[in-house]
């Protein structure tokens, strides 16, 4: 069995690393020759041709040529002030780094979300909205037509009234969801802070820790999409909390790790159903991990109970609500529908939203889940049997459908900030960085962006020659299921944007390895070889790796 759960894991990580480089590898080349915006385009300037067909709508997907040589430059710029501050971060323990990133990061997001002002639309407006009459009783909302078609959103609502709630005892009724906004902003902290305590536990090298406080804090795409109320963020800060958990259950073995853990699991997928790929993730890490520690007991019952905790919490919520305002929802659309749906031309780019595959069939068909589930079978068959009779245009689909989403380096924020209501005229900030200088910041993102991708690439790299640290791959894992998934189901690049932050995450990794390489290089240059030292061991890397010393007898 030993040998057997040796073998399986090194297979799992060999197989993960193999992938994560054949995805990492294709976005890192396609970032530096190309960029997807994402526009608004008004009237007059919609441009159908055999080159670019922009037509009118609120969300328009360019696909951008780039200056290469300027990109591989500005890669090289990037990298090379990382690889100079890195030195000068020596000495920093975690509690210091914690305490930097937590207040960097709630001051500079609720400075952002009290300048851009902006008021919720569409489906983040629905769910506000009916999170505010559920705290105040008025659950006349269930019988609504949109619960029944995105029963799941339930989950989230659950939360934000419970957030409601409490700001109405004891500030008053709310009149916006600025608040709920600034909880945006806590939840990407912790986040944040999730992160730098899994590489923490993961490496022994102290540096992988201080350039993931350096990333985070100018990913700066995250906390302009804090002014979007929805439950990317909340959900996903529940998921990274629940992986650090499982972590820490795995080297110290305490139950009541494995305990919050799953909690923190249910609560992710509660809020954002997407956050089953976490599910599915981690469970597979607990099962390799299970046939290598032989305590089959405690890491079954874990896995079981993190299973059924998490596919039966948000059926509880809408039980729950259904009792409250005395409705039954009924036949919700079949998760089949969005699968075909994301093998369509969308209206704005390949597998993006398009309701006449989805909602509005799903209307046409008067909520009746059979017949929906019967079209959307025979649709997605159509589609495969299509991609298999002409594959140029299978492989064109599902470029344009990676890029559309994983290369569109703002990944919406400023999208989302721009075309939405104001309540209030935007803050100086806000006006600079949505209007004034959008092409600068939108630059300055695609370059952040190319730095993160071609760091989770070098990063994957090491997990596959690291034989020692199969737990290293297990963010890795987590952003590979995302992308599969969306490859499959509906597009949008905001729903990368969590995944974007786990590779922040990753790619410190990278960088770590990326300055070894370069300092020595350096070497050979005395007027540089000092911003760039040589690190030998690990007692130069951090002061907390140095061994406390013997008392003396």
């Known amino acids: 069995m030993a040998k057997f759960a040796e073998k399986f894991e090194s297979f799992a990580r060999i197989v993960i690393s193999i992938l994560m480089i054949y995805i990492m590898g294709m976005l890192s080349i396609i970032s530096l020759s190309s960029t997807t915006g994402m526009e608004i385009i008004g009237e007059g300037e919609e441009v159908d041709s055999v080159v670019i067909r922009i037509f009118k709508a609120q969300e328009s997907v360019i696909f951008y040529q780039d200056d290469m040589l300027l990109n591989v430059i500005m890669l090289a710029v990037f990298g090379i002030i990382c690889f100079l501050i890195l030195p000068k971060m020596k000495k920093l323990t975690l509690r210091k780094e914690l305490i930097f990133m937590t207040v960097w990061t709630l001051v500079t997001g609720v400075i952002w979300v009290n300048s851009s002002m902006v008021q919720p639309t569409f489906d983040s407006a629905y769910i506000t909205e009916y999170a505010q009459k559920f705290a105040s009783g008025d659950y006349s909302g269930m019988s609504d037509k949109y619960l029944q078609e995105y029963p799941f959103q339930l989950g989230y609502i659950f939360m934000a009234e419970i957030f409601y709630r409490i700001a109405n005892a004891n500030f008053g009724e709310q009149e916006t969801t600025i608040f709920i906004q600034v909880i945006n902003v806590v939840f990407l902290t912790l986040i944040y802070d999730g992160i730098i305590l899994i590489n923490h536990e993961l ?19 995250a906390v302009i999409f804090c002014s979007f109320t929805y439950g990317i963020i909340p959900g996903f800060a529940f ?147 299509y991609f298999k009779e002409n594959p140029q245009y299978r492989k064109d689909f599902f470029y344009r459908k990676f890029a559309s989403q994983w290369n569109e380096t703002s990944y919406q924020s400023i999208w989302n900030n721009t075309v939405r209501k104001q309540y209030k005229d935007k803050g100086k900030i806000a006006q600079w960085v949505c209007v004034d200088h959008v092409d600068a910041v939108k630059s300055y993102m695609d370059f952040y962006a190319q730095l993160i991708f071609w760091g989770c690439l070098i990063s994957v790299i090491g997990c596959l020659k690291n034989k020692k640290n199969f737990l290293a791959v297990s963010m890795p894992l987590i952003v590979l299921g995302g992308i599969m998934y969306h490859m499959l189901s509906e597009a949008k690049s905001q729903y990368a944007m969590s995944y974007f932050i786990m590779m922040a995450g990753i790619s410190a990794y990278g960088l770590c390895i990326m300055y070894d390489i370069f300092s020595k290089k350096m070497q050979k240059y005395p007027r540089l070889a000092g911003f760039f030292p040589v690190y030998e061991d690990k007692e130069e890397i951090s002061e907390e790796s140095k061994p406390e010393p013997k008392p003396e007898t």
Not at 212 to 218: E, G, H, K, N
Not at 240 to 253: C, G, M, Q, T
Not at 258 to 270: D, E, N, P, T
Not at 324 to 330: N, R
Request: aromatic share 10%; charged share 20%; hydrophobic share 50%.
């Open 203 to 221: 490496f022994e090298d102290k540096r992988v820790r201080h350039v993931t406080v350096v990333l985070l804090t100018f990913c700066a795409q």
């Open 239 to 385: 998921a990274v909390w629940a992986l650090y958990l499982e972590i820490l259950y795995f080297r110290k073995n305490k139950i009541w790790m494995a305990i919050v853990s799953a909690i923190c699991l249910a609560l992710a997928v509660m809020i954002k159903n997407n956050n089953y790929i976490v599910v599915i993730a981690m469970m597979i890490i607990a099962v390799i991990q299970m046939l290598k520690r032989k305590n089959f007991l405690k890491d079954i019952a874990y896995i079981a109970v993190s299973v059924v905790m998490a596919s039966s919490v948000l059926p509880l919520v809408t039980s729950h609500y259904e009792k409250k305002s005395g409705t039954e929802l009924g036949d919700s659309m079949p998760y089949i529908s969005w699968i075909a749906m994301g093998m369509c031309e969308g209206g704005r780019a390949p597998g993006w939203y398009r309701g006449m595959y989805s909602v509005t069939k799903f209307e046409e068909l008067e909520l009746n889940q059979e017949a929906m589930k019967a079209y959307s079978t025979n649709l997605l068959k159509e589609r495969l049997e």
